[in-house]
């Protein structure tokens, strides 16, 4: 059984911060990359950033700058230290883990920047 916790979402001012976490627990192996995606009402879900167990990185345009992705791979954990948050940026966070045999995704925690 794998569980894949995401903690740290809230509210929060424009301008301000949040630092996501998440980590994957149970029998799980060969994790290749952890990341978070993130879902606005009305919108598709889309990548927000995600990194490999070696370290490469991949950060939605949007966040450039603003989001930094770093994991610790002895703890099957990835944190999203999200810096000058915009209203744009409200939406719900999900983790997502991904094996060479499957994904994994936690339930969610939501992010709402107010202006």
């Known amino acids: 059984q794998v569980q894949v916790v995401e903690s740290g979402g809230g509210l929060v001012q424009a301008g301000g911060s949040l630092r996501l976490s998440c980590a994957a627990s149970?029998?799980?192996?060969?994790?290749?990359?952890m990341g978070w995606y993130r879902q606005a009402p009305g919108k598709q879900r889309e990548l927000v950033a995600a990194i490999t167990s070696g370290g490469s990185t991949n950060v939605a345009d949007s966040v450039k700058g603003r989001f930094t992705i770093s994991r610790d791979n002895a703890k099957n954990t990835v944190y999203l230290q999200m810096n000058s948050l915009k209203p744009e940026d409200t939406a719900v966070y999900y983790c997502?883990?991904?094996?060479?045999?499957?994904?994994?995704w936690g339930q969610g925690t939501q992010v709402t920047v107010s202006s």
């Open positions: 997502n883990v991904e094996t060479w045999y499957r994904t994994y």
């Open positions: 149970g029998t799980i192996f060969s994790i290749n990359s």
